[in-house]
């Protein structure tokens, strides 16, 4: 089955700088690849995602990039706020296999953002 | 106000009792999950229900049981057979993006269960 794998697992750096996460996966037939962030003591919510058809999609901040011949993916957050300070999670899925998103996830990774 | 309930936030469980985790929502959505998760594990997959009356096992369904009555309902037993069941559950649902697949998770506020 699928395995993602997510590096760093905790990650502090200076307001308005840049932070980049990454993901490895296994399975080559996946094709959606979401990013969850999750705020102390809240839900995980979706904040951007990408299909295995575009190598980079953005949204003001962030953005994330896939490279599906090494099979990875990565999430750039520039000028970082002390809001961004989250957890923030990986996925990957093939998507709609009989129905449901069954989404693989990474370990997470802790971003701090330092004032 | 549309959404996903997780009852309850917090839950105490003696060894050897099951204990039931109770999830509803008013979104509509056709499938809805439950997944664990554990510090650096990130998420994991317990089970997961496409329609009412079908549920199929995630990466980690032993000692869990699942029901799918209702397509608002999705309850989660966790049962004494679960070896290491302190943890946070979070319960989520997604509807099918038009012309592709499923698409973004809705998640539940996670109920938290500390076995004793």
């Known amino acids: 089955g699928e395995n993602v794998e997510q590096h760093p697992s905790t990650l502090s750096v200076q307001e308005g700088d840049s932070a980049v996460i990454k993901c490895t996966y296994s399975d080559s037939a996946s094709n959606y690849f979401p990013w969850y962030k999750q705020e102390l003591g809240k839900r995980p919510q979706l904040i951007i995602d990408i299909r295995s058809n575009v190598g980079e999609k953005k949204d003001q901040r962030i953005a994330v990039t896939l490279n599906k011949t090494a099979k990875h993916f990565s999430l750039h957050i520039t000028e970082t706020q002390p809001e961004d300070s989250a957890v923030y999670f990986c996925?990957?899925?093939?998507?709609?296999?009989?129905?449901?998103?069954?989404?693989?996830f990474g370990q997470g990774t802790r971003l701090t953002i330092n004032p | 106000d549309g959404g996903i309930t997780q009852s309850p936030k917090y839950l105490f469980r003696k060894e050897g009792q099951n204990v039931t985790l109770s999830c509803e929502q008013n979104?509509?959505?056709?499938?809805m999950y439950w997944y664990r998760q554990d510090p650096g594990q990130g998420l994991r997959l317990i089970y997961y229900?496409?329609?009412?009356?079908?549920?199929q096992k995630g990466d980690i369904a032993e000692g869990y049981s699942v029901s799918r009555e209702k397509k608002e309902s999705f309850p989660l037993t966790v049962t004494s057979a679960q070896k290491n069941p302190t943890a946070f559950y979070l319960c989520?649902?997604?509807?099918?993006?038009?012309?592709?697949?499923?698409?973004?998770?809705?998640f539940g506020e996670g109920s938290r269960l500390t076995v004793l």
């Open positions: 229900s496409q329609i009412v009356n079908d549920f």
């Open positions: 996925a990957a899925s093939r998507g709609g296999i009989q129905g449901a998103q069954k989404l693989v």
């Open positions: 989520a649902s997604s509807t099918p993006i038009a012309g592709g697949p499923n698409g973004e998770l809705f």
């Open positions: 979104l509509n959505h056709d499938a």
